[in-house]
């Protein structure tokens, strides 16, 4: 079954990038037919979600992020990764990856899901 | 942006015992709505897309009604694993939105 890991550094500097990786296995993300997404969850509070990239490149993100947000794909090592710029302390989160459903169901609906999910990683923006 | 507004934020239930979740849209999602179930220190599960489909190897005991903006996910007869928080999700296919409910917490009464 796909699994998939985050990987970055934890603490992050005001004004600096967040970058951070998701490694896929147990799937290819180069077979298509999902997208590999980035959703965050600032600490004790919902969800949000980021932006997703499907595996020739293509990329769609959150307009409240768009400006500072970079989300890339490298399918040779079966990872996709998210680099935030101009980071802020209201960035500190915790970061997830998912893979990402959109397309039409058996049911012939439209439908989208994020599953499975990375276990997640903290990132806190502090000097 | 829609928004998505869950209720109450949290529910106190005793095992064996039915809770009924309720979300809502601050505008028409259609059926374009899923529920996500996440416990402490874990990564969100998804439960139901479709507003009523349940995902592979989801309990019968969890289901989902609801079209337009309101919503609702009802567990039958709560297990102790049950306890957790739940998320509604909607989502649109253009442009692209996805946004989440701030969760209920169903507790143990």
């Known amino acids: 079954q796909v699994q998939l890991q985050e990987s970055g550094p934890g603490l992050v500097k005001p004004s600096q990038t967040l970058s951070l990786t998701c490694t896929v296995s147990?799937?290819?993300?180069?077979?298509?037919?999902?997208?590999w997404g980035w959703i965050r969850q600032h600490p004790g509070k919902g969800l949000e979600w980021i932006g997703y990239i499907y595996y020739t490149g293509s990329t769609y993100y959150n307009p409240s992020l768009k400006s500072r947000l970079t989300i890339s794909v490298d399918t040779s090592k079966n990872q996709f990764s998210l680099k935030l710029s101009s980071v802020t302390a209201a960035d500190t989160a915790v970061y997830f990856c998912a893979r990402l459903f959109r397309g039409y169901d058996t049911s012939g609906y439209y439908s989208s899901w994020f599953d499975p999910w990375g276990q997640g990683t903290l990132v806190t923006v502090s000097s | 942006e829609i928004v998505m507004t869950q209720s109450p934020a949290t529910l106190s239930v005793s095992p064996g015992e039915r809770a009924t979740l309720s979300c809502r849209a601050s505008?028409?999602?259609?059926?374009?709505l899923g529920w996500y179930q996440q416990k402490p220190g874990q990564a969100p599960r998804l439960l139901i897309y479709?507003?009523?489909t349940r995902a592979t190897g989801i309990p019968a005991r969890f289901s989902g009604s609801g079209s337009g903006t309101e919503f609702t996910l009802t567990i039958s007869s709560l297990q102790s694993e049950d306890f957790a928080v739940y998320y509604c999700q909607q989502y649109n296919n253009w442009p692209p939105s996805y946004s989440f409910g701030q969760g209920t917490k169903l507790e143990i009464k």
């Open positions: 147990g799937g290819s993300i180069s077979s298509g037919g999902y997208y």
């Open positions: 479709g507003a009523s």
């Open positions: 505008q028409s999602v259609s059926s374009n």
